[in-house]
């Protein structure tokens, strides 16, 4: 194998490495979007992905599971995906407020 491409797949697997949790959310609109985080990452980052796709008809919301039906809101924006029981995989609802 070629040194430059055994750097470039190390590369590759790095950038992926330590995404463990794959979340699934739908909108409000019926739009679903999957994104991959870490277990360590706080709900905070989950958050800062639906908000970063600039969707207009996002205003105030909150995160809820479906089972055990349970909303994420501020007072647990700190907590681990882990620690949220949102790991390994996860269903998300937009719930507008």
Request: proline letters at 5%; hydrophobic letters at 35%.
């Amino acid at each position: 194998m070629h040194p430059g491409k055994q750097l470039s797949k190390s590369r590759q697997n790095s950038s992926t490495q330590g995404k463990d949790t794959r979340i699934l959310i739908r909108f409000p609109s019926g739009v679903r979007r999957e994104q991959s985080f870490s277990s360590t990452d706080k709900i905070l980052s989950i958050y800062r992905y639906v908000d970063s796709l600039g969707l207009p008809e996002i205003g105030n919301y909150q995160l809820i599971s479906s089972f055990p039906k349970r909303a994420y809101s501020v007072d647990q924006m700190g907590m681990t995906l882990k620690d949220a029981g949102i790991y390994p995989t996860a269903f998300l609802f937009v719930e507008l407020l």
